[in-house]
Structure formats: C-alpha cells, structure tokens
C-alpha cells in the first residue's frame, strides 16, 4: 500500500507530463472506443441489408440447385412436412419458402430484365425481419393475400416509366413449360441500395411467381431462421443429417462471400489502428517513466543505500505506469461510450453512391470497454518494465554522485 500511495504521488511530481501522457491514453482509448462504437454499425448494417433482408441465415436448396444451368430444373417440393422437418433441428425459429427467377417486364411500349424473389409475407418476414422494412418510403411491404403485385426497384419503374398503381406484365420460363405472361401491379418500390439493384430487383407474392412459372407445389429453396447465428455452422451440419444427401444446406456467408469479406476487413482496419494507437501511447509512457528516472538518479541512489530492495523499485514505477494507464483508460473507455450511445441514439445518415440513404447506429459492448482498460494497463506495465528495470539496476554510489 505504501508503494502504491508514493508512486500515486510521485506522479503528480510532474505535471505537465503526466497531463500529457495521460492525455495520449485517453486520446487512444477513447478513439478506440469510438471506432469499434462504428464498425459495429456497419457490419450490423451489412448483416440487416444481406441476412435479416434477403438471405436468411441458412437456406434449403435441392442437390445441383447452385450452378445450375437451368436451376427452376432443381425445385423442391413446396411441402409442409418438409417444412416441419427442418423447424425439428433445434436451433431453427422459422422457414420460409421462396422462389427465385428472372425474366422481362414490359409497359407495352418497352422492356427490359428483371430478377425477382417470390416470398410467401405470412412467412418471410419471421426469417427476414427486416425486409418488411425494405421497402421505399411512402411504399409499404407485401401482405398476406396479395398476389398480382409487385414491389420494384426505383430505376427500374422510372425506365419503365411506372408509377405506383401502374400494370405491367411479367413474362418468365417456367421450368417445363414455354413462356408465360401475367399482369402485375406496381405496389410500391424496393429502396435504393445500389444502382445494380434499383435497375432489376423485384420482389413478388409466391403465388404470383408459381402461377407466372407454373410452379404450383413447387419452389426453388427455403430459407432459415435459427436462434443465434454463432451456432449456424453447427445447425447446418445437423440439417444435413437430417436431410440426407438429396438436398444442399448452405449458410449466408457461403452464398455471400463478399459480405464476408467486407465484415473482415473492418475488423482488419480496427485491429491495425488499435496498434497505431497502442504504440502511440507505449512510446508517451516509456518517455515519461524514463524520464522520472533521469530526475530521481539521487533519489533512487538514496532509497537502495537506505535498504530499499531493487524489486521495490522495480515495483514502485510499475504501480506508477499502471496507475497512469487504468486512470486514464477508465477516463477515455467512459468518454468514449458516451460518445458511441449518444451517436447510436441519434444515428448517423450516410449515402452510397447511387442509393437511398442509410442510417447508421454505432454500438459497444461492455465486455469490450473492459477489454480496451485491460489492454491500456497492460500497455502501461510493458512499456514501464524498461525504465522500471534501469531505475533499479542503478548503483547507490554512483546515483548519490549524480548531479
């Protein structure tokens, strides 16, 4: 207790420096905070907008479905013994029956391709929560006993020139018939997300799509809901064995690597700055523990001609360091959340290139935060062992000779 009430004052010897040093920890737990506050944001955004909008967690598809030349070929049978049968894994919440083609949509005076996804409503949205929101402002999603209407991307009506509450026909191959054509009406529109999208993404009742294909019984996969999507890995496998060799279980990940991959980098980013950040504040905390060292030559040469033992000289620049650093790291961890809540209540707009805008929500776990103060006092205590070790290596002679 008597080192570490000394070493609490020692650190006020200096001021300004330990001001300065200070400053440096909460600068950099506080930015780390912050910055893990956003990339939250963003991979929850990229996992709302892929997996709770449009894939599912997990997906149903008949054996030779992906690839496929012809994939309508490789339907499934849309059956509700099937359907119980994946819900009995446990892990799985909710399935939902799609069918997935494409084809051309036509005023009467133009056309052009569209790609589509036919949903049942009364089921979708227990699997994709959040498709029921993806929709345009002033739009609203499709319901339960609709059929011939179509949500469409916003570029793609305005080339069509097709205004809420216009018609236009569909026209698809079904997979063992010749072309077929219906009229839909524009219900509304999808939101802009990108360019690519708002030109050919529709979304339309699946008993408009079996009609439209003549498909009736039938659909091109399922998708899946399960309780928590660290354990999908492990649902999939088990679906498998239920399922037998005649289907193909995959997950969201598998279907969009390149989500993936953008979820990866972010943590990549977080991980590089968080070493800047951490050197950064290393080198103010070895400069300043040096620093103390050169200052307290005699007063050190005093307390070891006294009896003080090396290791409690050793120790007392440590519980300085270390004082330092978790002050200062509770300081910027707590600053920082407020920061990220008071972003995530508020939300921030940002607007691809091309689309709609998106509201981001920075979030921070508290495991975390602990995380961040934990890392700080172990920086703190690393980057004091060199000046530690030099102040108790010092002679007691040559320290009481020093000017």
Known sequence: MRLLLLALRNLTRNKRRTLLTALAVIFGATAIVILQGFVNGFIRNNIEAMVQSKLGVLQVFRKGYLGSDDPLK???????????????????TAVAPR?????????????????ATAIDPALEYQVCPQRYK????????????????????QTLADSLKAPKGATLVMQAAGPHASTNALDVEVGGFLPSISIAESKRLATVPLSFAQDLLRMNGQVTEYAIAVTDMKQMNAIAAELRKVLGEEYQVTTWEELDPSTKT???????????????????????????????????????????????????????????????????????????????????QRGIPLKPPGGDVIWTYPSVELRFLLVVIAFSVGGAMLSALYPAYKASRLSPVDALRAN
């Open 74 to 92: 490789k339907s499934l049978s849309h059956d509700h013994a099937l359907m119980d049968k994946i819900k009995s894994v446990p892990g799985v």
């Open 99 to 115: 069918i997935s083609f494409d084809g051309m949509v036509s005023n009467g005076a133009e056309s052009t391709m569209f790609m």
């Open 134 to 153: 993806r929709v345009a402002a002033g739009s609203n999603p499709l319901t339960t006993g609709q059929s011939g209407i179509a949500l469409i991307g």
């Open 262 to 344: 953008r979820v990866a980098s972010l943590g990549y980013v977080l991980l590089f700055v968080a070493l800047v950040l951490f050197l950064l504040v290393a080198t103010g905390i070895v400069n300043t523990m040096l620093m103390s060292v050169y200052e307290r030559v005699r007063e050190i040469g005093t307390m070891l001609a006294l009896g003080v033992r090396r290791w409690q000289v050793t120790a007392l620049f440590i519980l300085e360091a270390i004082s330092l650093g978790l002050g200062s790291a509770i300081l910027g961890t707590s600053l920082g959340y407020l920061v990220v809540r008071w972003l995530g």
